[in-house]
Nanobody, 124 residues
Framework: QVQLVESGGGLVQPGGSLRLSCAAS????????IGWFRQAPGKERDGVSC????????YYADSAKGRFTISRDNAKNTVYLQMNSLKPEDTAVYYC?????????????????WGQGTQVTVSS
């Protein structure tokens, strides 16, 4: 069974950092794109970043460029999202899913399966 489990969220002050993890099971990384998405209350789901686990190519939404870094450890079957210089507007539930990175900005319609997500709250 293909499954992705997100972790690492929490409460952080503006300017702080968090590292999210996306642990995959039921399939091997190295052949797929893994994307990070977020959804704030009352808003649509937005793509944040994506990595092609075979070659490490990365994609970032404008909101993430320069602050977030996506990486993968194929041996651990895990993808990470390092988030620095966090802002209150980064507050959302963050999800990871399998899909084509070149469609990151399409709202995740062709990505899946979706896990429970991990809550990130940026507040003083």
């Amino acid at each position: 069974q293909v499954q992705l489990v997100e972790s690492g969220g929490g409460l952080v002050q503006p300017g702080g950092s968090l590292r999210l993890s996306c642990a995959a099971s039921g399939f091997r990384l190295g052949y797929f794109g893994i994307g990070w998405f977020r959804q704030a209350p009352g808003k649509e789901r937005d793509g944040v970043s994506c990595i092609i686990t075979q070659n490490g190519a990365t994609y970032y939404a404008d909101s993430a460029k320069g602050r977030f870094t996506i990486s993968r450890d194929n041996a651990k079957n895990t993808v990470y999202l390092q988030m620095n210089s966090l802002k209150p507007e980064d507050t959302a539930v963050y999800y990871c899913a399998v899909g084509p990175c070149n469609q990151l900005t399409e709202g995740g319609r062709v990505f899946g399966p979706w896990g429970q997500g991990t809550q990130v709250t940026v507040s003083s």
